[in-house]
Structures are given as structure tokens and as C-alpha cells.
């Protein structure tokens, strides 16, 4: 039986997918104008979630001013589900320009704080130190969403599958992976993966996503093959083949209509 995830109003997994928009400014300054604009935007409505990209932040590592952006955008976009997500530099995300806190630490504080509505967590940062910091989240109400993230090519469905199984039975509130599709076939196999994991395995939300402009069909596809967030570009995309947010809303209303 899938567990939904409530948040807010938002209910990922029920219905069609969430849009999530990225806020990826290397300042304190160009955050909160991101999160006034998407605010004060027409599109706003169509936004379900955002996500903060903290590996492109120049103040990480200084908690007292993390805190405080953290805090501003919660207020500025109080209606909105905060993501909060240090990409590793393995995984996708910039280089970071200190080794301590780790990155580890840094969500640990984040998540005792509850200063996000959920966190990110990486598969591969290891089983014991996810298990640690998911046993934080449930004592604060923090929801994780582990991820996994291949930005050199897609693995076979088994392996997708598998790693989805394995973030799931970590305790992940969603689980996620994201692949580079070398050809067709690949994004054929990422779709099959979702519908699998979907069909047989979930018991949270799932959510996947090939990359890249042959894999953004996946992006739209998420109501028919059940993947229940996906990401849209605002302003600027953290990742290739994000669509505008406009447009993916116009996308999934048609699926919704036609396809599912």
C-alpha cells in the first residue's frame, strides 16, 4: 500500500505530480529575490514546491546566516513545501569551497532545526549516516527525500529499482534517482523502472526523471508511469531538460485530461 506524503497542503503522491522549481543563487541576496519573484509571479500558483540548492550558496557553511535565509524564504513563500538540498559534487553539485561542516552536519542542523519542510539525502553518502539523520527527521517532522543521481548514463531498470527498494527500506519519506539517457532505449528504461517500482515495490512516493532534452519526456510522463514530483525551471534550471514552469503546468494538465 503507497503511504502518501503530506506536507502543507501538499500531498505528494496523490493525484498529478508536484512541480518543484529550483532557487540556485550564489547569495543570500539573489535567493530572496528569486523567492519574491516566484511569489509575486502569474506562475506562482502552479508552483507546489522549491527547492534550495545549498551547494550553491557562498554562506553553507555559516549557520547563523543559513538560519536566517532559511527563515526568510519559509516566510516569503510560507504556502510553498522548502526542499532543501546540498548536490554533491559526485552527484551533479558545484564544488564546495570548505570540508567542514560536512555536508552531513550541515543537514543534520538543518533538519534539527526544522528550518525545511524536507531535505535531500544521497544514497551513496552511506546506509549509517542516512539512518542517523532519517531518525532526526522523524523526531522533528522533517520529511527526507533520498536521491541518487547519474549524470553519465542509465543504469538497467533492475539496478533503478533496486535503489529505489533501497532507499525505501533506509526509511526515506520519498525516494528519487535521476539518469542520463545515452539513447532511446535508456529513457524507455527509466520509464519502465518507475512504472515497476510503482506498480510492485512502492511504499512511499517515488520519484524519477531522465535528464537531458531526449529524457524530458520523462518530466511530463509522471502521472502515467508514477513518478510524483517533478522539477520545472523559474527563473534558472539546476538541471538539464528542466522545462519552464508555465509550460509543465500546461503539460501535466493535458496529461491529466488525455493520458491518465
Known sequence: MIRYCKIKHCIIGFD???????LVGRTVDEIIAQANQIKQSQRSSAIDMVELRGDYLDILSDYEQLDDLLKKVTEVLDDKVLLFT??????????????????AQINQHVIEGHLADMVDIELFSGAEQAKKLIAFAKETDVKIIMSNHDFNTTPDATTIVNRLRSMQDLGADVVKIAVMPENKLHVVNLLAATAMMQEAYAEVPVVTMSMGK????????GQVFGSAITFASFAEASAPGQIPVDKMDEALTLVEKYCN
Open 214 to 221: 531526449m529524457g524530458a519526456v520523462s518530466r511530463i510522463s
Open 16 to 22: 498529478r505530480p508536484k512541480i518543484c522549481v529550483p
Open 86 to 103: 546540498i548536490r554533491s559534487e559526485a552527484e551533479g553539485g558545484e564544488k564546495l569551497a570548505f570540508s567542514y561542516p560536512t555536508i
